[in-house]
């Protein structure tokens, strides 16, 4: 059985940074392309940042674009998230997300984690 285990959330003040962690077990085949997502409170999940299986091709929206990082080792079964410049906007409970097909939709996800909160205040 799939697991997905986040952390690092924290609060920090705006302009500040955090890195989250997402271990992956009980995956058996390759590597698994691999979301990260946000929700607010009163507000849809919504995709900030996807990283194909290998970690050669990343993407991610308009509003994060520039500000977070999404990278991997496989070694350790783990895919990061750094984000800098954090604003108040970006204020979430953040989960990570096994794809099915590797696109950054909701839809696609197929195995989430628990979840981690980052707060940035001013």
């Known amino acids: 059985q799939v697991h997905l285990v986040e952390s690092g959330g924290g609060s920090v003040q705006t302009g500040g940074s955090l890195t989250l962690s997402c271990i992956i077990s009980g995956y058996t085949d390759s590597n698994p392309c691999v979301g990260w997502f946000r929700q607010a409170p009163g507000k849809e999940r919504e995709g900030v940042a996807r990283?194909?299986?290998?970690?050669?091709?990343?993407s991610y929206p308009n509003p994060v674009r520039g500000r977070f990082t999404v990278s991997r080792d496989n070694s350790k079964n783990t895919v990061y998230l750094q984000m800098n410049n954090l604003k108040p906007e970006d204020t979430a409970m953040y989960y990570c997300a096994v794809l099915d097909f590797c696109s950054l939709q909701v839809k696609f996800a197929k195995v989430w984690g628990q979840g981690t909160q980052v707060t940035a205040s001013s």
């Open positions: 990283i194909t299986s290998r970690g050669d091709a990343t």
